[in-house]
Protein backbone atom coordinates (compact mmCIF):
# COMPACT_ATOMS: atom_id res chain seq x y z
CA UNK A 1 0.00 0.00 0.00
CA UNK A 2 1.31 3.09 -0.91
CA UNK A 3 1.66 6.04 1.63
CA UNK A 4 -1.37 8.08 3.06
CA UNK A 5 -1.24 11.49 3.84
CA UNK A 6 -1.18 12.08 7.21
CA UNK A 7 -2.86 15.08 9.09
CA UNK A 8 -6.08 16.55 9.95
CA UNK A 9 -6.44 19.12 7.36
CA UNK A 10 -8.57 22.31 7.96
CA UNK A 11 -10.85 22.38 10.41
CA UNK A 12 -14.12 22.90 8.22
CA UNK A 13 -13.20 19.85 5.77
CA UNK A 14 -14.88 18.92 3.14
CA UNK A 15 -16.93 15.99 3.24
CA UNK A 16 -18.27 13.17 1.04
CA UNK A 17 -21.23 10.56 2.44
CA UNK A 18 -21.19 7.21 0.64
CA UNK A 19 -25.08 6.34 1.46
CA UNK A 20 -26.71 10.22 2.18
CA UNK A 21 -29.76 8.75 1.61
CA UNK A 22 -29.45 5.58 4.18
CA UNK A 23 -31.66 6.35 7.60
CA UNK A 24 -27.56 6.75 8.92
CA UNK A 25 -26.31 8.56 6.18
CA UNK A 26 -28.88 11.20 6.24
CA UNK A 27 -28.27 11.90 10.06
CA UNK A 28 -24.69 11.90 9.30
CA UNK A 29 -25.24 14.68 6.81
CA UNK A 30 -26.80 17.29 9.04
CA UNK A 31 -24.00 16.53 11.93
CA UNK A 32 -21.85 17.90 9.21
CA UNK A 33 -23.66 20.46 8.65
CA UNK A 34 -24.35 21.83 12.11
CA UNK A 35 -20.54 21.59 12.37
CA UNK A 36 -20.26 24.14 9.39
CA UNK A 37 -18.66 21.19 7.05
CA UNK A 38 -19.65 21.42 3.27
CA UNK A 39 -21.48 18.28 1.84
CA UNK A 40 -21.32 16.03 -0.89
CA UNK A 41 -24.03 13.64 -0.33
CA UNK A 42 -23.95 10.40 -2.32
CA UNK A 43 -26.96 7.94 -2.77
CA UNK A 44 -27.12 5.26 -5.08
CA UNK A 45 -30.37 6.03 -6.84
CA UNK A 46 -32.46 8.87 -7.14
CA UNK A 47 -35.32 7.05 -5.37
CA UNK A 48 -35.03 8.42 -1.74
CA UNK A 49 -33.41 11.98 -2.56
CA UNK A 50 -36.23 13.70 -0.69
CA UNK A 51 -34.56 12.84 2.60
CA UNK A 52 -32.32 15.50 1.31
CA UNK A 53 -34.54 17.60 0.40
CA UNK A 54 -33.92 21.65 1.81
CA UNK A 55 -30.03 20.87 2.78
CA UNK A 56 -27.82 22.79 1.34
CA UNK A 57 -25.25 19.87 0.33
CA UNK A 58 -23.95 18.93 -3.30
CA UNK A 59 -25.70 15.29 -4.57
CA UNK A 60 -24.67 12.67 -6.45
CA UNK A 61 -25.26 9.18 -7.82
CA UNK A 62 -22.46 6.78 -7.17
CA UNK A 63 -22.05 2.90 -6.92
CA UNK A 64 -19.68 2.13 -4.39
CA UNK A 65 -18.61 -1.44 -6.46
CA UNK A 66 -17.78 0.75 -9.09
CA UNK A 67 -14.30 2.31 -9.17
CA UNK A 68 -14.87 5.47 -12.18
CA UNK A 69 -17.47 7.26 -10.10
CA UNK A 70 -15.80 6.67 -6.54
CA UNK A 71 -12.91 8.82 -7.59
CA UNK A 72 -14.49 11.26 -9.29
CA UNK A 73 -17.25 11.21 -5.60
CA UNK A 74 -13.91 11.68 -3.17
CA UNK A 75 -11.96 14.60 -5.42
CA UNK A 76 -11.66 17.38 -2.70
CA UNK A 77 -12.76 15.75 0.21
CA UNK A 78 -10.45 15.50 2.79
CA UNK A 79 -13.39 13.06 4.99
CA UNK A 80 -14.57 9.89 3.87
CA UNK A 81 -18.29 8.56 5.35
CA UNK A 82 -18.57 5.35 4.41
CA UNK A 83 -22.34 4.60 5.38
CA UNK A 84 -23.66 3.16 2.14
CA UNK A 85 -25.34 -0.15 3.11
CA UNK A 86 -24.44 -2.96 1.81
CA UNK A 87 -27.52 -5.49 2.81
CA UNK A 88 -26.61 -9.16 1.49
CA UNK A 89 -29.72 -10.49 -0.30
CA UNK A 90 -31.04 -13.68 1.82
CA UNK A 91 -30.84 -15.78 -0.84
CA UNK A 92 -27.19 -15.32 -1.03
CA UNK A 93 -24.00 -17.44 -1.25
CA UNK A 94 -22.30 -16.88 2.02
CA UNK A 95 -18.98 -16.79 0.24
CA UNK A 96 -19.72 -14.22 -2.69
CA UNK A 97 -21.90 -12.03 0.06
CA UNK A 98 -18.39 -12.21 1.72
CA UNK A 99 -16.23 -11.37 -0.94
CA UNK A 100 -19.00 -8.64 -2.48
CA UNK A 101 -18.52 -6.75 0.64
CA UNK A 102 -15.04 -7.36 1.46
CA UNK A 103 -14.11 -6.05 -2.49
CA UNK A 104 -16.52 -2.87 -1.83
CA UNK A 105 -14.43 -1.86 1.20
CA UNK A 106 -11.09 -2.67 -0.96
CA UNK A 107 -12.38 -0.24 -3.59
CA UNK A 108 -13.72 2.78 -1.36
CA UNK A 109 -10.62 2.61 1.00
CA UNK A 110 -8.17 2.50 -2.70
CA UNK A 111 -10.11 5.33 -4.09
CA UNK A 112 -10.23 7.13 -0.75
CA UNK A 113 -6.17 7.14 -1.21
CA UNK A 114 -5.70 8.08 -3.74
CA UNK A 115 -7.82 10.75 -3.01
CA UNK A 116 -5.54 11.72 -0.28
CA UNK A 117 -9.02 11.72 2.57
CA UNK A 118 -7.60 12.60 5.77
CA UNK A 119 -10.22 10.54 7.46
CA UNK A 120 -11.98 7.34 6.45
CA UNK A 121 -15.11 6.77 9.01
CA UNK A 122 -16.25 3.00 8.54
CA UNK A 123 -20.10 2.51 9.06
CA UNK A 124 -19.73 -1.03 10.97
CA UNK A 125 -22.51 -2.60 13.16
CA UNK A 126 -22.66 -3.78 16.77
CA UNK A 127 -23.44 -6.81 15.07
CA UNK A 128 -19.60 -7.72 14.67
CA UNK A 129 -19.79 -7.73 18.56
CA UNK A 130 -19.57 -11.24 20.25
CA UNK A 131 -22.43 -12.21 22.62
CA UNK A 132 -20.76 -12.33 26.34
CA UNK A 133 -23.32 -14.14 28.62
CA UNK A 134 -23.24 -12.47 32.08
CA UNK A 135 -21.62 -9.21 31.25
CA UNK A 136 -22.28 -6.27 28.48
CA UNK A 137 -20.06 -6.51 25.50
CA UNK A 138 -17.49 -3.89 24.56
CA UNK A 139 -15.35 -3.28 21.43
CA UNK A 140 -12.59 -5.68 22.80
CA UNK A 141 -15.15 -8.42 22.18
CA UNK A 142 -15.13 -8.13 18.36
CA UNK A 143 -15.41 -11.26 16.27
CA UNK A 144 -12.21 -12.27 14.52
CA UNK A 145 -12.21 -13.63 10.80
CA UNK A 146 -12.65 -16.19 9.67
CA UNK A 147 -15.25 -17.05 12.26
CA UNK A 148 -15.41 -20.15 14.80
CA UNK A 149 -19.09 -19.61 15.38
CA UNK A 150 -22.44 -19.53 12.98
CA UNK A 151 -23.61 -16.04 12.45
CA UNK A 152 -26.18 -14.51 10.49
CA UNK A 153 -25.38 -14.15 6.81
CA UNK A 154 -25.96 -9.62 7.77
CA UNK A 155 -23.39 -10.61 10.54
CA UNK A 156 -21.00 -12.26 8.86
CA UNK A 157 -20.50 -10.14 5.98
CA UNK A 158 -20.74 -7.14 8.58
CA UNK A 159 -17.59 -8.84 10.12
CA UNK A 160 -15.74 -9.78 7.20
CA UNK A 161 -15.60 -6.06 5.96
CA UNK A 162 -14.60 -4.47 9.35
CA UNK A 163 -12.19 -6.95 9.22
CA UNK A 164 -10.74 -5.63 5.68
CA UNK A 165 -11.35 -2.22 7.13
CA UNK A 166 -9.56 -2.67 9.94
CA UNK A 167 -6.47 -3.99 8.16
CA UNK A 168 -6.22 -1.14 6.22
CA UNK A 169 -6.19 0.75 9.16
CA UNK A 170 -3.32 -1.56 10.18
CA UNK A 171 -1.24 -0.67 7.28
CA UNK A 172 -1.84 3.18 7.91
CA UNK A 173 -4.89 4.54 6.18
CA UNK A 174 -6.72 6.51 8.42
CA UNK A 175 -9.71 4.52 9.14
CA UNK A 176 -12.17 4.70 12.12
CA UNK A 177 -14.80 1.88 12.44
CA UNK A 178 -17.84 2.95 14.47
CA UNK A 179 -20.50 0.32 15.28
CA UNK A 180 -24.10 1.66 15.94
CA UNK A 181 -26.70 -0.49 17.57
CA UNK A 182 -30.10 -0.76 16.28
CA UNK A 183 -31.01 2.76 14.92
CA UNK A 184 -33.98 4.25 15.46
CA UNK A 185 -35.21 7.91 14.31
CA UNK A 186 -36.63 9.88 11.75
CA UNK A 187 -35.18 9.85 8.08
CA UNK A 188 -35.73 5.93 7.48
CA UNK A 189 -36.52 5.93 4.07
CA UNK A 190 -35.83 2.62 3.15
CA UNK A 191 -36.67 0.91 6.67
CA UNK A 192 -34.11 -1.79 7.73
CA UNK A 193 -34.05 -0.79 11.69
CA UNK A 194 -37.54 1.30 11.54
CA UNK A 195 -39.22 -1.97 10.77
CA UNK A 196 -38.49 -2.73 14.34
CA UNK A 197 -40.70 0.40 15.03
CA UNK A 198 -43.58 -0.73 12.37
CA UNK A 199 -43.77 -4.05 13.15
CA UNK A 200 -45.36 -3.25 16.65
CA UNK A 201 -46.64 0.00 15.42
CA UNK A 202 -48.26 -0.35 11.47
CA UNK A 203 -48.58 -4.10 11.53
CA UNK A 204 -49.48 -3.91 15.56
CA UNK A 205 -47.70 -7.44 16.32
CA UNK A 206 -49.38 -8.97 19.18
CA UNK A 207 -46.38 -11.23 20.28
CA UNK A 208 -42.44 -10.36 20.84
CA UNK A 209 -39.60 -11.93 21.37
CA UNK A 210 -37.78 -12.87 24.78
CA UNK A 211 -34.72 -11.20 24.53
CA UNK A 212 -32.80 -7.82 25.31
CA UNK A 213 -31.11 -5.72 22.90
CA UNK A 214 -29.94 -1.82 22.01
CA UNK A 215 -31.49 0.88 20.38
CA UNK A 216 -29.75 4.44 19.72
CA UNK A 217 -31.11 7.15 18.68
CA UNK A 218 -29.79 7.98 15.00
CA UNK A 219 -29.62 11.33 15.40
CA UNK A 220 -27.03 10.74 17.77
CA UNK A 221 -25.19 8.14 15.82
CA UNK A 222 -24.83 11.10 12.97
CA UNK A 223 -22.94 12.87 15.74
CA UNK A 224 -20.52 10.20 16.58
CA UNK A 225 -20.08 9.70 13.12
CA UNK A 226 -18.61 13.39 12.85
CA UNK A 227 -16.90 13.18 15.93
CA UNK A 228 -14.92 9.69 15.07
CA UNK A 229 -13.77 11.74 12.38
CA UNK A 230 -12.68 14.75 14.55
CA UNK A 231 -11.59 13.43 17.56
CA UNK A 232 -11.31 9.21 17.20
CA UNK A 233 -7.99 7.25 17.38
CA UNK A 234 -7.31 5.67 14.08
CA UNK A 235 -7.67 2.06 13.88
CA UNK A 236 -9.93 2.26 16.96
CA UNK A 237 -13.68 0.78 16.61
CA UNK A 238 -16.13 2.57 18.75
CA UNK A 239 -19.90 1.41 19.63
CA UNK A 240 -22.63 3.92 19.22
CA UNK A 241 -24.98 2.99 21.72
CA UNK A 242 -28.22 3.68 23.59
CA UNK A 243 -30.24 2.29 25.75
CA UNK A 244 -30.28 -1.78 27.04
CA UNK A 245 -33.64 -2.61 26.74
CA UNK A 246 -36.29 -6.12 26.84
CA UNK A 247 -37.78 -6.25 22.96
CA UNK A 248 -41.17 -5.95 25.14
CA UNK A 249 -39.45 -2.63 27.15
CA UNK A 250 -39.43 -1.29 23.76
CA UNK A 251 -42.18 -2.70 21.86
CA UNK A 252 -44.71 -1.34 24.98
CA UNK A 253 -42.82 2.35 24.36
CA UNK A 254 -43.80 1.88 20.66
CA UNK A 255 -47.50 0.72 20.97
CA UNK A 256 -47.74 3.99 23.86
CA UNK A 257 -46.43 6.36 21.80
CA UNK A 258 -48.27 5.39 18.44
CA UNK A 259 -51.10 5.28 20.46
CA UNK A 260 -51.71 1.09 19.50
CA UNK A 261 -52.46 -2.23 21.84
CA UNK A 262 -48.89 -3.11 22.97
CA UNK A 263 -48.05 -6.65 22.39
CA UNK A 264 -49.62 -9.73 24.97
CA UNK A 265 -47.74 -12.60 24.17
CA UNK A 266 -44.64 -13.46 24.29
CA UNK A 267 -43.08 -15.79 21.03
CA UNK A 268 -40.90 -18.94 21.36
CA UNK A 269 -37.67 -18.57 18.90
CA UNK A 270 -38.61 -21.74 16.65
CA UNK A 271 -42.59 -19.94 15.83
CA UNK A 272 -40.84 -16.27 15.37
CA UNK A 273 -38.57 -18.27 12.36
CA UNK A 274 -41.58 -19.39 10.96
CA UNK A 275 -43.56 -16.30 11.18
CA UNK A 276 -40.13 -15.16 10.09
CA UNK A 277 -40.09 -17.21 6.55
CA UNK A 278 -43.86 -16.52 6.26
CA UNK A 279 -43.36 -12.72 5.87
CA UNK A 280 -40.71 -13.08 3.68
CA UNK A 281 -42.99 -15.14 1.29
CA UNK A 282 -45.91 -12.44 1.56
CA UNK A 283 -43.11 -9.67 0.94
CA UNK A 284 -41.19 -11.57 -2.62
CA UNK A 285 -45.05 -12.18 -3.34
CA UNK A 286 -45.71 -8.12 -2.82
CA UNK A 287 -42.82 -7.13 -3.79
CA UNK A 288 -42.19 -5.03 -0.47
CA UNK A 289 -39.84 -5.68 2.67
CA UNK A 290 -40.75 -8.34 5.21
CA UNK A 291 -41.77 -6.63 7.89
CA UNK A 292 -39.71 -9.44 10.57
CA UNK A 293 -36.98 -10.69 8.21
CA UNK A 294 -35.13 -13.75 9.52
CA UNK A 295 -32.14 -12.51 9.75
CA UNK A 296 -33.21 -10.16 12.26
CA UNK A 297 -34.51 -13.20 14.19
CA UNK A 298 -30.99 -14.80 14.12
CA UNK A 299 -29.21 -11.88 14.83
CA UNK A 300 -31.04 -11.38 17.65
CA UNK A 301 -30.62 -14.82 18.90
CA UNK A 302 -29.76 -14.65 22.73
CA UNK A 303 -29.93 -11.03 22.76
CA UNK A 304 -27.00 -8.65 22.75
CA UNK A 305 -26.61 -5.83 25.41
CA UNK A 306 -23.73 -3.37 24.69
CA UNK A 307 -20.90 -1.14 26.85
CA UNK A 308 -20.76 1.96 24.66
CA UNK A 309 -19.27 4.04 26.98
CA UNK A 310 -16.15 4.28 24.98
CA UNK A 311 -17.88 6.61 22.55
CA UNK A 312 -19.32 8.51 25.67
CA UNK A 313 -16.34 8.95 27.07
CA UNK A 314 -13.80 9.68 23.76
CA UNK A 315 -16.06 11.07 21.16
CA UNK A 316 -18.84 12.46 23.69
CA UNK A 317 -21.65 10.59 22.03
CA UNK A 318 -24.70 12.15 23.30
CA UNK A 319 -27.45 10.02 24.76
CA UNK A 320 -31.16 10.97 23.83
CA UNK A 321 -33.76 8.77 25.38
CA UNK A 322 -34.97 6.11 23.52
CA UNK A 323 -38.18 7.51 23.89
CA UNK A 324 -37.40 10.53 22.21
CA UNK A 325 -36.17 8.33 19.15
CA UNK A 326 -39.06 6.50 18.83
CA UNK A 327 -41.36 9.79 19.11
CA UNK A 328 -39.21 11.08 16.23
CA UNK A 329 -39.03 7.65 14.05
CA UNK A 330 -43.19 7.63 14.72
CA UNK A 331 -44.06 11.69 14.01
CA UNK A 332 -41.75 10.85 10.59
CA UNK A 333 -42.96 8.08 9.63
CA UNK A 334 -46.78 9.54 9.55
CA UNK A 335 -45.14 12.32 7.76
CA UNK A 336 -43.95 10.34 5.28
CA UNK A 337 -47.23 8.43 4.43
CA UNK A 338 -45.70 4.97 5.99
CA UNK A 339 -47.50 4.90 8.51
N1 LIG B 1 -29.83 1.07 10.50
C1 LIG B 1 -29.26 0.43 11.51
O1 LIG B 1 -29.88 0.18 12.57
C2 LIG B 1 -27.80 0.03 11.43
C3 LIG B 1 -27.18 -0.39 12.61
C4 LIG B 1 -25.84 -0.75 12.56
C5 LIG B 1 -25.15 -0.70 11.37
N2 LIG B 1 -25.78 -0.32 10.24
C6 LIG B 1 -24.99 -0.27 9.02
O2 LIG B 1 -24.91 1.07 8.57
C7 LIG B 1 -24.88 1.14 7.15
C8 LIG B 1 -26.00 2.06 6.68
O3 LIG B 1 -27.21 1.57 7.21
P1 LIG B 1 -28.58 2.32 6.94
O4 LIG B 1 -29.60 1.68 7.83
O5 LIG B 1 -28.36 3.77 6.98
O6 LIG B 1 -28.87 1.86 5.43
P2 LIG B 1 -30.08 2.26 4.47
O7 LIG B 1 -31.05 3.13 5.17
O8 LIG B 1 -30.55 1.00 3.85
O9 LIG B 1 -29.34 3.17 3.36
C9 LIG B 1 -28.36 2.63 2.54
C10 LIG B 1 -27.68 3.76 1.81
O10 LIG B 1 -26.61 3.22 1.03
C11 LIG B 1 -26.86 3.53 -0.34
N3 LIG B 1 -26.37 2.41 -1.16
C12 LIG B 1 -26.82 1.15 -1.19
N4 LIG B 1 -26.10 0.42 -2.08
C13 LIG B 1 -25.19 1.25 -2.61
C14 LIG B 1 -24.20 1.11 -3.61
N5 LIG B 1 -23.96 -0.04 -4.23
N6 LIG B 1 -23.45 2.20 -3.92
C15 LIG B 1 -23.66 3.39 -3.31
N7 LIG B 1 -24.59 3.59 -2.37
C16 LIG B 1 -25.34 2.54 -2.02
C17 LIG B 1 -28.34 3.76 -0.46
O11 LIG B 1 -28.64 4.57 -1.62
P3 LIG B 1 -30.16 4.61 -2.23
O12 LIG B 1 -30.97 5.46 -1.27
O13 LIG B 1 -30.00 5.27 -3.54
O14 LIG B 1 -30.64 3.20 -2.28
C18 LIG B 1 -28.60 4.51 0.84
O15 LIG B 1 -28.18 5.84 0.73
C19 LIG B 1 -25.04 -0.32 6.69
O16 LIG B 1 -23.76 -0.79 6.36
C20 LIG B 1 -25.59 -1.06 7.88
O17 LIG B 1 -25.17 -2.38 7.91
C21 LIG B 1 -27.10 0.06 10.23
Known amino acids: MAQWPSGQGNALPRALVLGATGHIG ?13 VRAASHTPRYLSVLDGLPVERIQVD ?36 RGVDAVRGVMRQAQAARALRVVFTSSAATIRQVPGRLANESDAERWPLTEWRSLYATVKIAMEQEALRWAQAGAPVIVVNPSLCIGEYDAHRFSGRAVLAFAKYRLPVYLEHHFNAVYTGD ?16 RYLLTGRNLSVKEFADLVARIAGVAAPRWRLPRPAA ?21 RHAVHTSHGGQCLDGTKAVRELGLPQTPIEEAIRRAVAWFRQYGIL
Open 26 to 38: AHVVRALLAEGCS
Open 64 to 99: VEAAEGLRAAMEGCEWVFYAAGYYPRRHARRAQAVA
Open 221 to 236: VGVGHVRAAQQGRVGE
Open 273 to 293: LAIAAVSELAAAATRTEPFLP
